[in-house]
């Protein structure tokens, strides 16, 4: 029977069989990611940066070739071929358009690459330019004008950015760490420039092809922002399907360009508008309200488009009529609020009131009357600081109260008719000693009313001889005796 010992050995062997086969496994692996990281190397070597022909490939192509011949030759015969009768779809001006907006799709990321390889050659020259020139073409077109020149007071770059732009290039440049080009590098760079100038040639003529074509594509649409800008949208957007297919929030953002102020104002500027702020409804919108006519313009644009892409309605009456809604809902939002009419008084009560007058309730008044002394310190004098319980306007004021003669606080107050009343009863009252003369009697009385009161003992002398004084207390009358039967 085998120990506890032998069996740990015996899965130590185990374990050291194992480990030897593994190895073997490993370098398999191994050796198959060498040949499969040798083939990625491979294929990076065999696309070369430095030349502009690995980098960019679309102008070479047979379907570019053949798409801008086919539409230069068309813009040559003109916009009045149309094929009629035939559906859309099996229209060849139609397929030709289609062609045209994948095509001007392919242009743009072209275009995109050839912007990455002049930023990456002429980094060295000027680095700083990227971050001020943000547009690709306007982008070539400044380092073709530029080229190795370090100063830039002795380069003209009116017509090609704005002159603010323009002020804070050549601030820049004169501060910039970049150095002159190689001859070799230089020329690469200017070639890519114009071919990138050459793609967006064929770009506009693209689209100028299919500008002519809008009113029989997209009637609809060209109704709402014009020919010009629905060819623009279709071409941005890859065709009309996708144009209609794309939401208004995404359709109101085709074309837009960043945009750098260099440090401006941004009070005039419009931010989040592409080629719908040059449709005649957006230009002619006050500004106030041209970002709601905008996002007024792109949802009955979007709807227009999924209108044309189903051939709803050949002839753009749906687009005249989504036009025509645009502009009296424009029209709307500038007119003045309505004047505030003059509000009617209420119906008078004729009913009786409920509330009685007569003694009591006048009583009542006079009684939660407000006196003379919170009048005063309810009211201000105009001009004249009042003043307060804890100084300097702190704590409860006393309002005008002081201030009428010496500044003191003097207040006659008036005897109500209640309290006179009060006082009357009180008087009645005899207030003075009792009728025995002693020599601790005194002819004074204490009153709430009048104070110290002089009076005479003797003057009621004449009332105690009658009632329960005559009988009890009298010298003259004596006890009753009454017998019993």
């Excluded at 009131?353 to 004098?381: C, F, P, S, V, W």
Aim: aromatic share 6%; net charge negative; charged share 25%.
């Amino acid at each position: 029977m085998a120990t506890l010992a032998d069996s740990f050995l015996a899965d130590l062997d185990e374990l050291s069989d194992n480990e030897a086969e593994i190895p073997e496994d490993n370098d398999v692996d191994a050796a198959d990611m060498e040949e499969d990281g040798d083939g990625d190397l491979a294929d990076l070597e065999s696309l070369n940066y430095d030349d502009l022909d690995s980098v960019s490939k679309l102008q070479k192509t047979q379907r570019y070739i053949a798409i801008i011949q086919k539409v230069e030759e068309a813009l040559k015969m003109g916009s009045d071929v149309l094929t009629q009768g035939v559906d859309l779809e099996d229209d060849p001006e139609y397929q030709l358009i289609v062609d045209c907006n994948a095509l001007s799709v392919d242009i743009e990321n072209e275009i995109v690459i050839i912007h990455n390889f002049i930023r990456e050659k002429y980094r060295l020259k000027f680095p700083e330019l990227e971050s001020l020139v943000h547009h690709p073409i306007d982008y070539a077109r400044v380092v073709k004008k530029i080229g190795n020149e370090m100063d830039l007071t002795l380069v003209d770059l009116e017509g090609l950015l704005p002159s603010a732009i323009i002020m804070v290039v050549s601030v820049t440049a004169s501060t910039t760490t970049g150095k002159p080009l190689p001859e070799e590098v230089l020329s690469k760079t200017v070639e890519a420039c114009d071919r990138a100038l050459v793609l967006d040639s064929a770009k506009k003529k693209v689209l100028d092809f299919v500008e002519s074509r809008m009113g029989y594509i997209a009637p609809n649409l060209s109704a709402i922002v014009g020919s010009a800008v629905a060819a623009k949208l279709m071409g941005t957007a890859g065709g009309l399907t996708s144009l209609a297919k794309m939401p208004a929030c995404n359709v109101q953002l085709l074309g837009a360009k960043k945009k750098n102020l260099a440090g401006f104002s941004t009070a005039t500027s419009q931010f989040r508008v592409g080629y719908l702020e040059q449709t005649e409804i957006f230009q002619t919108t006050p500004p106030s309200l041209r970002m709601r006519a905008c996002r007024l313009l792109a949802a009955k644009s979007t709807l227009a488009a999924r209108v044309d892409s189903i051939r709803g309605d050949p002839s753009g009456k749906t687009g005249r009529a989504f036009k025509d809604e645009i502009h009296k809902k424009i029209e709307k939002w500038q007119e003045p609020p309505p004047a505030k009419q003059p509000k009617a008084l209420a119906v008078p009560d004729s009913e009786p009131k409920k509330k009685r007058g007569g003694r009591r309730l006048r009583k009542m008044k006079e009684r939660y009357a407000i006196t003379d002394m919170r009048k005063l310190a309810n009211r201000m004098q105009f001009g004249v600081p009042e003043e307060s319980s804890l100084g300097d306007g702190l704590g409860e004021g006393y309002g005008m109260l002081g201030q009428a003669g010496s500044g003191k606080l003097r207040v006659s107050i008036g005897q109500s008719k209640l309290a006179a009343k009060v006082a009357k009863r009180f008087k009645e009252k005899n207030y003075g000693s009792s009728g025995a003369t002693s020599g601790l009697t005194s002819s004074l009385a204490f009153t709430p009313v009048q104070g110290i009161e002089l009076s005479n003992p003797q003057a009621h002398a004449h009332q105690l001889g009658s009632g329960t004084q005559s009988t009890y207390f009298s010298e003259t009358g004596t006890f009753s005796k009454i017998k019993r039967t």
